[in-house]
Structures are given as C-alpha cells and as structure tokens.
T-cell receptor
Framework: DQQVKQNSPSLSVQEGRISILNCDYT??????FLWYKKYPAEGPTFLIS?????DKNEDGRFTVFLNKSAKHLSLHIVPSQPGDSAVYFC????????????FGKGTKLSVKP | DADVTQTPRNRITKTGKRIMLECSQT?????MYWYRQDPGLGLRLIYY???????NKGEISDGYSVSRQAQAKFSLSLESAIPNQTALYFC??????????????FGPGTRLTVL
C-alpha cells in the first residue's frame, strides 16, 4: 500500500510559467517531507524540505506547501526553466521511522523553451 | 570529487551469479543506505546502516545482503542474482541530526542487468 503518492507521472510546462508538482500521503504520522530532483544517469539530489509544523517553505524559485488536513503537499517552481526538466520525487519520514524515507513514484517534469 | 561514489556504474550478469555493488563516501556520515529504483516504482529501501555495528533490513531485503566494512564503505551483495533484480541501485548517506529532519545524499547509481 503506497504511503506517498505522486499521481501524475509526467508534467509539461512552458518556460517561464509555474510548475506545480503534487504529492499525497496516507500516514498521518509523517512529520517531515522532502523533494528530490533526479536527472538521467545521476542520483537524486535534495531540493527542499518542510516540517509538519510549517505550511510553507521557500528557497529561491522553489516553494513547498503543506496541507496537513488534506495530507497533501505541492512543489511550486516559478519561473520554470528548461534546466528544471527532471524527475521529482516526493519523500516523507517520521520520528518512528528513524529518519528512513518513504518515496513516491516520481513525476517527470518537462519544461519547454 | 564526488562525495558518494558507487562501483561499478553498469553491470551485466547472468542468473545465479554472485555480484557485489560497492559504495564509498567522503562525507563522514554515519548512516548509509541502499535503494533500488524500478521504472514507475520510485525508490525502495533495501538495507540501511546507522553505524558500522548496526545493519537493518529495509522494505525489500529478500535476496540481498550487505556489509559495512568501515564508516565510509557499505557494500550490497546479490548472492544468486535473478532477472527481477534488474534495476538501478542507489547508495545514500546521511548525518543523523534529528529523527524527522535527516537529509540523504545519493550516489550516481549502478545499473544492474541480470540476464
């Protein structure tokens, strides 16, 4: 049973526009959420995270929003750039998981020039 | 130089063969992890180690074993490889700071094909 779900396998966005990647979770124990970005032939790299005590975290063009009541988080990229084209993984953890991450299946973002 | 390295980067082997994937890190982290990625399935945890004397099974440990030779080295073995172990394998490390805020750093991956 998937605890972290990324229901959109792919997303295509025009350069300069906003990209919104979504993630839903089922385990109410999760208290820390992360986004990783993965380019082909490379390992995932950490992008941004958010603690469950917050509902928003910003880092430059990247913002993560957390809606705990809906068990939903989203990653906003504004403005989108062709170099943002990658697979984005949502991940979650909680204290009881000893820091182990549960990953979603990923969303492939394509930013077209 | 990369902080987390994996060898080999690509490997083709035959069913029944023993194979070892190696991971080394220069980040000085205590925690190390092995994941596999299959198309459409995201990353799944195979084994993890919180220090040299601590080894734990992850979600999909059957058919795999690991060895933590030193703080910087964590190896994954397939004792008798089978075709459904064909996947992309990633090693990761983290510096434990808080149970809920541990960020993991990944190696470049090993693409394993079992014929």
């Amino acid at each position: 049973d998937q605890q972290v779900k990324q229901n959109s396998p792919s997303l295509s966005v025009q350069e300069g526009r906003i990209s919104i990647l979504n993630c839903d979770y089922t385990n109410s124990m999760f208290d820390y959420f992360l986004w990783y970005k993965k380019y082909p032939a490379e390992g995932p790299t950490f992008l941004i995270s958010i603690s469950s005590i917050k509902d928003k975290n910003e880092d430059g063009r990247f913002t993560v929003f957390l809606n705990k009541s809906a068990k939903h988080l989203s990653l906003h990229i504004v403005p989108s750039q062709p170099g943002d084209s990658a697979v984005y993984f949502c991940a979650a953890s909680y204290g009881g998981s000893q820091g182990n991450l549960i990953f979603g299946k990923g969303t492939k973002l394509s930013v077209k020039p | 130089d990369a902080d987390v390295t994996q060898t080999p980067r690509n490997r083709i082997t035959k069913t029944g063969k023993r194979i070892m994937l190696e991971c080394s890190q220069t980040k000085g982290h205590d925690r190390m992890y092995w994941y596999r990625q299959d198309p459409g399935l995201g990353l799944r945890l195979i084994y993890y180690s919180f220090d040299v004397k601590d080894i734990n099974k992850g979600e999909i440990s059957d058919g795999y074993s690991v060895s933590r030779q030193a703080q910087a080295k964590f190896s994954l073995s397939l004792e008798s490889a089978i075709p459904n172990q064909t996947a992309l394998y990633f090693c990761a490390t983290s510096e434990y700071s808080h149970p809920a805020t541990d960020t993991q750093y990944f190696g470049p991956g090993t693409r394993l094909t079992v014929l």
